[in-house]
């Protein structure tokens, strides 16, 4: 970015803002600078102009001042997992929130109050010590404020729907820095954004969540060679489409790996990998998980009780960060032989040993909020797919990247439409506005002109302001 300020403007910025600021200020030329820039994708390897890591709502206000001062470009990071990067970008200011990881739980009211910087860990491990949980994603280390404010999918959404769903009321640093409340009352079409708009409308420092109660999980495991695949897929269809918001069955495609319950002759390929996990008694659980391996011939399965923080960091281990990651995501209409044939091809071209081909039946709580509550797209989707390339040579981005877009392009008959806001890497123009559809797209660009007219918070998946309808 070209600097348009004098040397005497930009220091006075600066030393004001070191002067009212509470959490750390990193610049290019400090020892913590690599490390606190760095995001979970290693694809993206950039350098802000200053990382301000915050310690409350005042440092992101003054953080937010600061950039509107010197002309800089804001980020915004919680996690740090977003597959496109976007917490972090080139001269920008990232307002980093890593800090700001606390949690209260008001266990009567079932309600956690969690600082916008928490990872799904942080908040599990504060509920759950009281049997509740916020209905979250599958990877304890991904952040709560991305995946909140685009949605959350999770284990527990279709037996309670999206984290958004759960979102009560958050406090939020608008962009010219001054701090609000949306509640139903107060800013409801705020609030009403900020479940499914994505990072768009300001910066959430602490988000209010409704708690569901949560015991062990009956988990249900099997790994098929891909010669059984599309028999196996077809009974994991006509399984997870009959059965009720308790149970959750997912599948992918990867290559197997050394556990010891893996046969010997299905370990180092590609194979398909089916789960249900049971949310109900518990007593019920083996026989209400099993039938997903009745028929089809899996080359070996394996069960267990485990608790719901066990299930929630199972995924944790196959995602490192640091990585190098290209996510190519879908909705589709049904799982018929068609897409079934093209997922099983993209399992046979998979160029790196660390890529999965992902999906799982959605449906069931997720479809009973209604459809008018939040920003949150296409809540009807029968399933949703992703692409997943993982790798860690450079040299292998082109053919990573290729795999990935290929991986959904093939499934181009068969999609629903529209797409997940939080999955989105590498789009056409106007995929955003795709993603919300016309009128829900029209509504948050409204709500943008009026909490961020100036398009302050645009490193994420944009919606600009509408403009003015007099202008
Ligand atoms: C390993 C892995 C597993 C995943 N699993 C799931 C899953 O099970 N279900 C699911 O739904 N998604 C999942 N995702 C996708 C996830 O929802 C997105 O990557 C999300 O962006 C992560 O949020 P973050 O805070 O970690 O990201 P960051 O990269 O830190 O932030 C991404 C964007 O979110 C916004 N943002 C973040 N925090 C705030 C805040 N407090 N206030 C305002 N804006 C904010 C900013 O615009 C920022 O650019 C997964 C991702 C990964 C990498």
């Given at each position: ?10 220091e ?19 020892p ?16 802000p ?43 920008a ?106 990072g ?33 897929l ?16 997912v ?33 019920l ?11 089809a ?39 018929s ?22 999906f ?20 009807d ?13 450079p ?8 795999w ?18 939080n999955y ?34 645009a ?13």
């Amino acid at each position: 970015m070209t600097d348009l300020l004098g040397p005497v403007h930009r220091e006075s910025a600066e030393s004001s803002l070191r002067r009212r600021f509470e959490g750390r200020l990193v610049g290019p030329d400090d020892p913590a600078y690599d490390e606190v820039r760095a995001v979970w994708n290693g694809m993206h390897e950039r350098r802000p102009s200053l990382v301000a890591r915050c310690s409350n709502a005042a440092d992101v206000g003054a953080a937010l001042r600061y950039a509107a001062a010197t002309g800089r470009a804001v980020t915004v990071r919680g996690g740090g997992h977003n597959v496109a990067g976007t917490a972090v970008a080139d001269g920008a200011v990232m307002i980093d929130l890593s800090l700001m990881r606390g949690v209260d739980v008001d266990p009567g009211a079932r309600i956690a109050r969690a600082q916008g910087g928490c990872l799904l860990r942080d908040l599990d491990a504060a509920t759950l010590a009281h049997g509740l949980a916020c209905p979250a994603g599958v990877v304890s280390h991904t952040g709560l404020g991305g995946l909140a404010l685009g949605g959350g999918y999770g284990w527990l959404g279709r037996k309670w729907g999206l984290t958004c769903d759960h979102l009560l009321a958050a406090e939020v640093v608008l962009a010219d820095g001054t701090v609000v409340e949306a509640t139903e009352e107060e800013h409801p079409e705020l609030l009403w954004g900020l479940r499914g708009g994505g990072g768009n409308l300001g910066i959430v420092t602490r988000f209010t969540l409704r708690l569901r109660p949560v015991g062990p999980v009956s988990y249900r495991t099997g790994v098929f060679p891909l010669s059984e695949a599309a028999a196996a897929l077809a009974d994991y269809r006509a399984f997870a489409e009959a059965q009720g918001p308790d149970l959750h069955a997912v599948g992918a495609l990867k290559h197997a790996g050394r556990q010891d319950w893996i046969p010997a002759e299905l370990r180092g390929a590609p194979a398909l990998f089916l789960t249900a996990a049971w949310f109900g008694a518990e007593e019920l659980g083996p026989a209400r998980t099993a039938p997903l391996f009745a028929r089809a011939a899996p080359g070996a399965t394996a069960s267990r009780v485990m608790s719901y923080a066990q299930l929630q960091a199972l995924g944790d281990h196959g995602e490192p960060h640091g990585n190098r990651y290209f996510t190519k995501s879908c909705y589709l209409t049904g799982l018929s032989a068609g897409p079934v044939g093209q997922l099983i091809g993209s399992a046979r071209e998979m160029p790196s040993p660390r890529s999965s081909v992902d999906f799982e039946y959605l449906r069931g709580a997720i479809c009973d909020v209604p459809d008018a509550d939040s920003a949150f797209p296409r809540r009807d989707a029968p399933y949703i797919c992703t692409v997943s390339a993982q790798w860690t040579d450079p040299a292998e981005d082109a053919a990573n990247a290729a795999w990935s877009r290929r991986g959904v392009e093939r499934l181009a008959d068969w999609q629903f439409g529209g797409a997940y806001v939080n999955y989105l890497q590498d789009e056409k123009p106007g995929k955003v506005a795709e993603v919300y559809g016309a009128a829900r797209y029209e509504r948050l660009a409204a709500v943008k002109r009026r909490y961020d007219p100036d398009n302050v918070l645009a490193g994420n998946q944009n919606i600009p302001p509408a403009a003015h309808p007099h202008a």
